[in-house]
């Protein structure tokens, strides 16, 4: 189901924030022109992915639990790679922010 999320204009470069698509909880990060989403909960813990710190150098997400690390474009943990956050496909058309869920 592809879902208008938010305007582009709502996501700040380099931070992460949270939006509720589909009654799912999703984080979304602005890193440049790409917009990525992640499910709110790392998988480490459960931890709210969405108070965590984006690395837009790296396009990483980093948990403020336990500081894990998670790839933006595919959800792998960049800190243990036998753990990796469930991702949702984007894309960013006329200004508006539509995630896949």
Known sequence: ???????????????????????????????????????????????????????AQRKELICPWHRFRFDLADGCSVTNRALRAKTFPVAVEDGRVFVTV
């Open 1 to 55: 189901m592809r879902i208008d999320a938010c305007g582009l204009d709502e996501l700040t470069e380099g931070a992460v924030r949270l939006f509720t698509v589909a009654r799912r909880k999703v984080a979304l990060c602005r890193v440049g022109d790409d917009v990525f989403a992640v499910e709110d909960a790392c998988p480490h813990f459960g931890g709210p992915l969405s108070d965590g710190q984006v690395s």
